[in-house]
Structures are given as structure tokens and as C-alpha cells.
């Protein structure tokens, strides 16, 4: 039988010819061990990559872990930083054993050039079954890489350029379902996810800064924004929270 489908996921790699566009990549895992990624380009897809026995390939020589018993949780493009032309592939590699390493691949020499012991170890809970793989959320900017696991729940932060962690995992990550990984949102500056401890957040405080002056007219009358007072005060921005 055709293998069947884990996880698939796009993504997209920088035109080579024009520096503002983009050209969508596909990333699929099947059940035989194999990675695929195809690029769609001028209405033509060609594969990209493949990769037989991902997980066994990937694993560094030096793994102390059997890597018959490893698999990929998902894959995402880190695209080239500043001093550097090179595209990399990175994965999330999980062992049987619980332990999950990130590594990253260079699509131009086709290695690992780097490999991350995650502070992350799969612990299904009691009632799922032995066959049960976790799952993970990835999102990445320029600054920042963002991992929400499943099982347990925590949010992983690093820095994108260095791999290394900017703090401890947020441990007090809230699932919106068993076996489902947090729901984050990042942006070059702020990180919003779900969490469990809302009594541990600061007050949300309204920001002057945001106020408008700006009046509104139509035809029959006239309407000017109204100043808030300090009891309605309902949100604030902050920059930088990770600086």
C-alpha cells in the first residue's frame, strides 16, 4: 500500500531571480520515514527534496539514541540572515524516548549544520494510546523561534539567529484539546499564547499613546471621538517584551 500521510505543512523560499517575491514549498512526512518537499513555480511543481528514513538520515553520528525508533514532528524554512545566502530547512526530531532535538539542514550543501537538545520531553498523558506521537506548533521571524508542544504543553523561545534559549519554556501553556499543541501568534516583537495562570499577568492598561483626536462628519451631524477616562481603560501595547 502507498504510505500514508503524518503531517503536511507550506511554507515558502525566496524567488532566485526576484528579491521581493516568494515561491510556495510544500513539506510532507509519511508513515515510511520519508520527507518530501515540492516547490510550485511558474504553475510547475518540482520536488525539492527527498529525503528516505528522514529521521534516521537527519540524526547526528554522535546520538547517543537508536534512531530506528526517531521521527520528525514537523519542518519549516529559516530563511537566509543578514551575513549569509544560505536557505536552511529546520526540523523538529523526536525520539521514542521522549527527547527532541532541533536541527538545522542547508538546502545548499544538503547537512545538519546545527543540531539543538530541546528542553522538551513527550509525555503522553495515561489514556492515550502507546502509538500516540506529539505535536508541535512552529513560527519564526528574523529575531525569534516560537515551538508550542502538545503533550506536555509548553512554549519554547530562541533566538533564530543563534538557537539558543532567550528563557526557560513557558510551562503554563494552556491546550485547547488533548493532543494539540498551544495556539501562539508572533511577530517581531510580541508573542501571544494561551496560558493557564491569568491571575500572573500584568493589568491590561489602556494606552494614551493610541488615543485619536480625529473628528468624524457626514450629512446630518457631527461626531467627535470621545477622550477615555481612566475607568475605561482596556488595553496596552508593550514593544521589546523579550529585551
Known amino acids: 500500500p502507498a504510505p500514508a500521510l503524518l503531517w503536511s505543512r507550506w511554507d515558502r523560499l525566496p524567488h532566485p531571480h526576484h ?18 518537499a515540492l516547490l510550485v513555480q511558474d504553475r510547475n511543481i518540482s520536488e525539492l527534496l527527498c529525503i528516505p528514513q528522514a529521521a534516521q538520515a537527519l540524526l547526528p553520528p554522535h546520538s547517543l539514541q537508536p534512531s530506528a525508533n526517531a521521527h520528525l514532528l514537523t519542518a519549516f524554512v529559516r530563511h537566509p540572515l543578514p ?15 521522549g527527547s527532541t532535538h532541533l536541527l538545522a539542514y542547508s538546502l545548499d550543501t544538503h547537512q545538519v549544520q546545527a543540531s539543538v537538545h530541546l528542553q522538551h520531553h513527550f509525555s503522553p498523558s495515561s489514556d492515550q494510546p502507546a502509538t500516540t506521537l506529539d505535536r508541535v506548533d512552529a513560527q ?9 508542544f502538545a503533550s506536555p504543553p509548553s512554549v519554547h523561545v530562541l533566538s533564530a539567529a543563534t538557537l539558543e534559549y532567550l528563557q526557560p519554556p513557558l510551562l503554563d501553556a494552556a491546550s485547547p484539546a488533548q493532543g494539540r499543541p498551544t495556539p501562539i501568534s508572533l511577530s517581531d516583537r510580541l508573542l501571544a499564547y494561551a496560558c493557564t495562570t491569568p491571575q500572573h499577568l500584568s493589568p491590561v492598561r489602556f494606552d494614551a499613546r493610541k488615543t485619536s483626536n480625529a473628528s468624524f462628519q457626514d450629512t446630518s451631524r457631527s461626531y467627535v471621538a470621545p477622550q477615555p477616562h481612566a475607568s475605561a481603560r482596556v488595553g496596552e501595547m508593550r514593544d521589546n517584551l523579550f529585551d
Request: aromatic share 14%; net charge negative; hydrophobic share 45%.
Open 19 to 36: 528579491p521581493h517575491a516568494w515561491l510556495p514549498l510544500l513539506i510532507s512526512y509519511f508513515d515510511d520515514g520519508c520527507l518530501q
Open 83 to 97: 551575513d549569509s545566502t544560505d536557505i536552511q530547512l529546520f526540523f523538529v526530531l523526536q525520539h521514542q524516548s
Open 140 to 148: 519564526i521571524t528574523h529575531r525569534y523561534l516560537v515551538l508550542s
